[in-house]
């Protein structure tokens, strides 16, 4: 028995979204890791407020990457989980250690933008498939996103 006979989701639409959410979830590990090396690597004026921002966005992601797995799961597929596969998935760069401050606000502002585009397409690819659950965790990832772009432009201004 699997999850997909009791969920009434189309078999074939739900292999296309577990297909475009392996990639997103390559793109949220890479993600990750560059949040965790800004946290700990970057210097200067607003070290102590951006040092715990960047720890709170890191954390978040975490929550978002299990529960992008745990979704593929629901619809048959099974995650995967091998960081020498994220590397080749992922369309997000790993990054070096970064210590300005404004490069990293960059970095994040550009791989969000990236995030939103993925996710915006996945959306419209589940809405085919009448997967409202996907679309709802996408549309809430959304809504979390832009607000952080807007917050991220206004303290770089
Ligand atoms: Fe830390």
Same mark, same amino acid.
Request: hydrophobic share 40%; aromatic share 10%.
């Given at each position: 028995?699997?999850?997909?006979?009791?969920?009434?989701?189309?078999?074939?639409?739900?292999?296309?979204?577990?297909?475009?959410?392996?990639?997103?979830?390559?793109?949220?590990?890479?993600?990750?890791?560059?949040?965790?090396?800004?946290?700990?690597?970057?210097?200067?004026?607003?070290?102590?407020? #951006? +040092? =715990?921002?960047? %720890?709170?966005?890191?954390?978040?992601? /975490?929550?978002?990457?299990?529960? &992008?797995?745990?979704?593929?799961?629901?619809?048959?597929?099974?995650?995967?989980?091998?960081?020498?596969?994220?590397?080749?998935?992922?369309?997000?760069?790993?990054?070096?250690?970064?210590?300005?401050?404004?490069?990293? #606000? +960059? =970095?994040?502002? %550009?791989?969000?933008?990236?995030?939103? /585009?993925?996710?915006?397409?996945? &959306?419209?690819?589940?809405?085919?498939?009448?997967?409202?659950?996907?679309?709802?965790?996408?549309?809430?990832?959304?809504?979390?996103?832009?607000?952080?772009?807007?917050?991220?432009?206004?303290?770089?201004?």
């Amino acid at each position: 028995m699997k999850t997909l006979d009791f969920i009434q989701l189309d078999e074939s639409g739900a292999k296309q979204v577990v297909n475009e959410l392996q990639f997103l979830l390559a793109d949220l590990q890479i993600y990750y890791t560059n949040l965790r090396s800004f946290h700990w690597n970057i210097k200067g004026k607003g070290f102590f407020e #951006l +040092h =715990n921002k960047f %720890e709170d966005m890191y954390s978040d992601v /975490a929550d978002k990457i299990d529960e &992008i797995a745990e979704r593929i799961l629901m619809l048959g597929g099974t995650p995967e989980n091998k960081f020498s596969e994220y590397l080749k998935k992922s369309r997000i760069s790993e990054i070096g250690a970064v210590t300005n401050t404004e490069d990293a #606000l +960059h =970095n994040i502002l %550009e791989t969000l933008s990236h995030l939103i /585009a993925v996710e915006r397409k996945i &959306i419209e690819l589940a809405s085919n498939y009448n997967d409202e659950v996907t679309n709802s965790q996408l549309s809430d990832y959304l809504v979390e996103q832009e607000k952080e772009v807007w917050m991220i432009l206004a303290y770089l201004s």
